[in-house]
């Protein structure tokens, strides 16, 4: 599994079908990052690397099959030194019941938080074999989405990071220090939600928290947000959409201001 996981490293950005992708910066430093604790050496033309991969990936995509599918575009490195990259289409995990709505509420199960070392856990590494497994207890369980749990607290969930809106008012989401990968499109966000009058603190999702939060969401790259209504069958929050609905307009106002135009450069 270790040596799986120092293979290769990645990241997912949001691809708007043409040449564009949002939070660009931002993902190739934390792939950079990732990689050092990965000891995935790096390489010193990385910027040119990565462009011209991710022209390639775009120059071979194919067109999305629904207007509800979100591009998206995984750039990866090797531990061999080797960048590459890949579109893809994602269809949304659920549909919003009500059309008018911007939420969409989901159903979760609770995990075992999948473990390597205190190093690699929190990357977004090469052993993605626990994520597979964790999708198909998700689909025998009849639910949409994973919650891990690391020494009972939340630590993660499956392709995005959760956020609890505690009975106080303060936004709660997992310290990457206790093994939870450091969340793009959480960071982005969170000047906006200080902006509107909700502190947001990084801290452990326990079980307490979680029983007294008003709501909790999971968001990310592919699923942007998503609102948790049940954990294993046990209603989760107050029922209120207050907070999803904001943090889902926050999300894609982050997106939105953050297009970058990929340009090929020489390596």
């Known amino acids: 599994m270790i040596e799986q996981a120092?293979?290769?490293?990645?990241t997912t950005m949001r691809w708007d079908g043409k040449y564009s992708v949002s939070h660009y910066s931002k993902h190739i430093e934390r792939l950079e990052n990732h990689s050092l604790r990965l000891e995935i050496p790096w390489p010193t033309n990385a910027e040119?690397?990565?462009k011209n991969a991710l022209l390639q990936a775009f120059k071979d995509s194919t067109s999305p099959v629904s207007q509800e599918e979100v591009g998206l575009v995984r750039l990866r490195l090797t531990s061999m030194g080797e960048m590459s990259a890949s579109t893809r289409w994602k269809a949304p995990i659920k549909l919003a019941t009500d059309k008018s709505s911007t939420?969409?509420?989901v159903a979760a199960t609770a995990l075992p938080a999948p473990q390597w070392n205190e190093t690699i856990d929190g990357c977004k590494h090469g052993d993605w074999q626990p994520y597979h497994d964790a999708k198909k207890v998700i689909n025998e369980r009849g639910c949409e989405i994973a919650l891990f749990i690391k020494d009972d607290a939340v630590i993660d969930c499956l392709s995005a990071t959760p956020l609890l809106l505690d009975d106080d008012g303060v936004a709660w989401y997992p310290d990457p220090t206790n093994g939870a990968v450091d969340s793009i499109s959480i960071a982005t966000i969170i000047p906006f939600l200080i902006e509107c009058g909700i502190p947001v603190s990084q801290?452990?999702?326990?079980?307490?928290?979680?029983?007294?939060?008003?709501?909790?969401?999971?968001?990310?790259?592919?699923?942007?947000v998503l609102h948790i209504t049940h954990l294993d069958g046990q209603e989760i929050g107050d029922g209120s959409t207050e907070f999803a609905t904001l943090c889902a307009e926050l999300f894609h106002t982050a997106i939105n201001e953050s297009w970058f135009k990929v340009k090929g450069v020489n390596s």
């Open 6 to 10: 120092r293979a290769s490293v990645f």
């Open 203 to 224: 801290g452990r999702l326990t079980r307490s928290l979680l029983a007294r939060g008003r709501a909790l969401l999971a968001i990310g790259t592919g699923t942007g």
């Open 48 to 50: 040119p690397l990565a």
């Open 103 to 105: 939420t969409v509420q």
